[in-house]
């Protein structure tokens, strides 16, 4: 018996007194061996465990239909949407009038414009983009008459904006939005140019001629970068302060499925464009590379067909859903 307690074998023996039998058990380096292995099938247990709660709870968009309108309020070719403080601006293109809501989607008030025979040159015939500043005037493109109209916060028709001096000509504007400095925004088609006007009012630059097609939406980064969405050439363009070209970029190799309109800055500074023919809002980062994207064509409350006019506020985007004539307000998107 010394014998073998002398032994190397890493198992020590002892004798059952009740039957005289030798059990084995493990000495203390087995027993740390065995712990370890315990140890590991728990760890993998828990990260199996982990990885399935993380799974199943997943922060999804949370999408609510918000100004779907009904009677008064009901909707027929929504274009352009801005905000200001708690509510939202959304030109309703085919019935010549803009809507306003809060951010619940409560109705507030509608406005048109002048009347025939008072300011028959202040009144909308078809609003397609729209623009508020920092101090609540609200400025409404109208592509039909060819004029950017100025109203004040409560809808009322104040005057025309002259984008070019030569009243002649004919305008087409698309797009227009405000930097945080208050300077103005404005695509216009028949040139294929961005106009870019100070506080003021007063034109400043004028860039994109010669490089753009038919410009249909602009965003401006916080760093100043201009981005234009020129749905004919399915891309979008970054433009620097000045007005050079800094940029051209697509979604994948397919550049003919892309057609970008509205677009928007997220707080951490990622663009959202609307992807009008996928029925989905694209997630670019500033340069130009996709991330992630949301929305499918169809008619249900967590679908698209053919989105317009996009904005992003508070850590909400609002959608204008051209082709089911309603907005849709979707949290939780980006991510």
């Known amino acids: 018996m010394n014998d073998f307690f002398e032994s190397e074998d890493i198992f020590e023996e002892e004798i059952d007194s009740s039957n005289g039998t030798i059990k084995t058990r493990p000495d203390g380096s087995q027993k740390l061996v065995i712990s370890l292995l315990a140890a590991i099938i728990l760890l993998v247990s828990a990260l199996a465990y982990l990885q399935y709660f993380n799974k199943s ?26 905000t200001y403080k708690d509510k939202f601006y ?28 008072d300011k028959p040159k202040l009144m909308l015939k078809y609003p397609n983009s729209i623009a508020v500043n920092s101090e609540g005037k609200v400025y409404i493109a109208d592509i039909e008459t060819g004029r950017i109209i100025e109203f004040s916060e409560s809808g009322r028709a104040l005057e025309n904006f002259p984008l070019i001096k030569d009243r002649k000509q004919k305008i087409k504007p698309l797009a227009l939005t405000f930097d945080d400095r208050d300077r103005f925004y404005v695509a216009e088609a028949n040139t294929g140019s ?14 994109g001629k010669g490089e753009l097609k038919f410009p249909n939406g602009i965003a401006v980064s916080k760093d100043g970068d201009i981005y234009v969405s020129d749905s004919n050439a399915q891309q979008v363009l970054i433009f620097s302060e000045s007005g ?4 051209r970029f697509a979604r994948g190799e397919d550049k003919r499925s892309f057609l970008p309109r509205g677009m928007a800055f997220t707080n951490k500074g990622n663009l959202l464009v609307a992807d009008t023919l996928s029925s989905e809002i694209v997630e670019f980062d500033k340069d130009g590379k996709e991330i992630s994207s949301w929305g499918k064509p169809g008619v249900e409350d967590d679908e698209l067909t053919f989105p317009n ?21 979707v949290r939780n998107f980006p991510k």
């Open 57 to 82: 709870s997943e922060v999804l968009p949370v999408v609510e239909a918000i100004a779907e309108g009904t009677g008064s309020t009901l909707l027929k070719d929504p274009l352009g949407i801005a």
């Open 90 to 117: 959304v030109t309703d293109a085919s019935n010549a009038r803009v809507l306003v809501f809060l951010d619940d989607g409560s109705p507030l008030y509608d406005f048109s414009g002048g009347s025939l025979h």
């Open 194 to 207: 961005i106009y870019i006007f100070n506080k003021e009012g007063e034109l400043s630059n004028v860039i």
């Open 244 to 247: 050079a070209l800094k940029k």
């Open 309 to 329: 006019g996009i904005a992003y506020a508070n850590g909400k985007l609002f959608i204008v859903d051209r082709g089911n004539n309603r907005v849709l307000m």
